[in-house]
């Protein structure tokens, strides 16, 4: 539960998804969006479904739900040019970050959990969204 605490709230039309809606509460998205549950009644908002298509009710409020066991993320760097973004409480690949062309031995996390910088034997750094996972930039010229 959020123990009586409103996360957000807002008005929703009936074409809105999942992703519309979480997209709209502040510094919510990326890893969030996989681990969070949207519930009116018995029925669950997932992929593209919409409010519509699980008979919301205009006025009607929705549950958002999440387990913190899935929030704790955990960031790997491999030998085989990737880094890889793990839930630690489901053991799922989040992520494959893709785009190095030498064996990635350093990854972080941003402060605000928004994006990871990564570090190759390529001469590359690349900062990368933890939402998408596209490469946000590239520096490069660091020596190994």
């Known amino acids: 539960t959020l123990a009586g605490q409103e996360l957000a709230s807002m008005t929703a039309d009936g074409a809105s998804t999942k992703r519309d809606i979480c997209l709209r509460i502040p510094g919510f ?3 969030l969006l996989r681990v969070a549950r949207l519930l009116y009644r018995s029925a669950e908002l997932c992929g593209e479904a919409t409010l519509d298509a699980i008979g919301f009710e205009d006025g009607a409020c929705l549950q958002l739900v999440f387990d913190s066991r899935w929030l704790a ?12 973004i793990w839930s630690l409480g489901s053991g799922e690949c989040l992520l494959t970050l893709e785009g190095h ?19 190759s034997f390529d001469g590359m750094a690349k900062v990368w969204s933890i939402e998408s996972g596209e490469c946000l930039r590239t ?3 660091h020596s190994v």
């Open 29 to 31: 998205s990326g890893p």
């Open 73 to 84: 993320l955990v960031a790997t760097a491999s030998e085989d040019c990737t880094a890889k």
């Open 101 to 119: 062309r030498d064996v990635v031995r350093c990854v972080t996390f941003s402060p605000n959990n928004m994006h990871v910088a990564t570090a």
């Open 139 to 141: 520096l490069e010229g």
